[in-house]
């Protein structure tokens, strides 16, 4: 199948939500610059911070999931891992107090995104599909004001195969006819395609590293847009 330039009325669109309704990970990065510049070591750049950061981030995530709780423990363990020693009570208050960065109560959505779904929900069945803590993920999906363009909300511990198979299955999707729509490689695109739907890529130049992966540039079920309000122009 390649896909055409536009979908047929009917469509089940599944839309993913952090960095690609709202803005997230700038978030995160805004407080790991904060972190970088604290965390000054005479023997370790931030470059070299960084690294260490990125591994600890990638082990927690694969143990204890995706969140601000699970980012600020990489945190607290990077201290510890970059000074060689207990991280201090001292170190941990400082650590908590970027708490207050993710407290979900307000959220900025990306351009165009309400506009582009409430026409688009004209058209066709859209889902919501999104990985994280349940509490603050329900929180942002609350704070965003889109929950009710969409059929259905999910939240998911991580989206791989099993969960997009799973949610064929309950929902009784037709992949055919089914579209992934996200900024992730990782968790959006490839384990969307796996499973057997279409995908839509919208990139997002905030995108967590971890969340990174290659693309097949000749898949045809492969959608590549710019921007979330391309999306009117092929649904």
């Known amino acids: 199948m390649t896909v055409k330039n536009v979908a047929e009325p009917g469509q089940t669109l599944i839309f993913d939500a952090d960095d690609t309704l709202w803005e997230n990970n700038v978030i995160f990065e805004r407080v790991i610059d904060e972190f970088l510049d604290w965390m000054a070591h005479p023997e370790f750049g931030r470059a070299n911070v960084r690294s260490i950061l990125d591994e600890i ?9 995706y969140g601000s709780k699970v980012f600020l423990r ?11 020693r207990v991280a201090t009570a001292e170190e941990l208050a400082r650590i908590a107090q970027w708490a207050r960065a993710f407290d979900g ?17 004209n058209r066709h069945e859209l889902m919501l599909l999104t990985k994280g803590d349940s509490e603050e993920q329900q929180r942002k ?14 939240i998911v511990s991580e989206k791989d195969v099993r969960t997009y198979e799973g949610l064929v299955r309950d929902r009784a999707l037709v992949p055919e006819a089914t579209w992934m729509i996200g900024n992730s490689p990782k968790s959006d695109i490839l384990p969307a395609r796996a ?13 967590w590293v971890l969340e990174h992966g290659a693309l097949d540039p000749a898949d045809g079920r492969v959608l590549r847009l710019e921007t979330f309000g391309e999306l009117l122009r092929h649904f």
């Open 105 to 121: 109560h307000t959220v900025e959505l990306i351009p165009g995104v309400a506009e582009t779904l409430t026409e688009l929900g």
């Open 195 to 207: 499973a057997g739907l279409n995908a839509v890529f919208v990139p997002n130049a905030n995108t």
């Open 74 to 84: 990489s945190l607290g363990e990077c201290v510890e891992r970059v000074r060689q």
């Open 141 to 154: 999906v609350d704070a965003s004001g889109l929950a009710e363009h969409f059929r259905s909300v999910h």
């Open 57 to 65: 981030e990638a082990a927690n995530a694969t143990v204890h999931g």
